[in-house]
């Protein structure tokens, strides 16, 4: 299993194991956790499973492929550590990942 925090907007964090091979807006839906919208369900097609991936792990996550950038254009508050959840495939390596969910998706 690999550990994931959720930190959300009030900085109230919420710390979840996932499968390897499932993606953190999977992992996030699974569980309920507020802030995750994932309207689109995991196809890249909207930006409401925006999170911005801890500066301790953006290494390990990696940036965003062209699709993702393109949708990152319709999310709010874009940064440069902004990902959509849904594009990050956990591996043992991800054990311990933070993520932070933005103050509004959209």
Not at 31 to 46: F, Q
Request: glycine share 10%; charged share 20%.
């Amino acid at each position: 299993m690999v550990k994931i925090s959720f930190v959300d907007f009030d900085g109230v964090s919420r710390s979840l194991e996932a499968e390897p091979g499932s993606t953190v807006m999977e992992t996030a839906i699974r569980n309920g956790v507020p802030g995750i919208d994932a309207e689109c369900g995991g196809a890249c097609a909207c930006a409401t499973c925006h999170v911005y991936v801890d500066e301790a792990w953006t290494q390990i996550v990696g940036g965003p492929q062209p699709m993702e950038e393109d949708m990152l254009d319709f999310a709010s508050g874009v940064r440069p550590n902004s990902r959509l959840s849904c594009q990050i495939r956990l591996t043992a390596e991800m054990d311990g990942l933070t993520v932070h969910t933005p103050e509004q998706q959209g």
